[in-house]
């Protein structure tokens, strides 16, 4: 059974960092590109970051170059969005996703908030 589950959300101030986890199961982690996504209140949910298999390549939204970093380990099967410069636009749920055999899977989410 695939399972996501993210980690390390909170409450930071703009300017602040944050460096969430997502850690993988059920599932060959280093066989598949891995992607976050947020959904902000009232707002469709937006892809964020993507990763290739094997790391080598990334993409981001243009709202975020430059300030988020998508890595991940494949040896602890985990994928890890680093957040810098956070503005309070980056409020919102962040869920980590994997496409795997047609389907999407997705984890709970953490939440997210920049506020002073």
């Known amino acids: 059974e695939v399972q996501l589950v993210e980690s390390g959300g909170g409450l930071v101030q703009p300017g602040g960092s944050l460096r969430l986890s997502c850690a993988a199961s059920g599932f060959t982690f280093s066989d598949y590109a891995m992607t976050w996504y947020r959904q902000a209140p009232g707002k469709e949910r937006e892809l964020v970051a993507i990763i290739s298999s094997v790391g080598g390549t990334t993409n981001y939204v243009s709202s975020v170059k430059g300030r988020f970093t998508i890595s991940r380990d494949n040896a602890k099967n985990t994928l890890y969005l680093q957040m810098n410069s956070l503005k309070p636009e980056d409020t919102a749920v962040y869920y980590c996703?994997?496409?795997?055999?047609?389907?999407?899977?997705w984890g709970q989410g953490t939440q997210v908030t920049v506020s002073s």
């Open positions: 996703n994997v496409q795997r055999g047609g389907r999407a899977y």
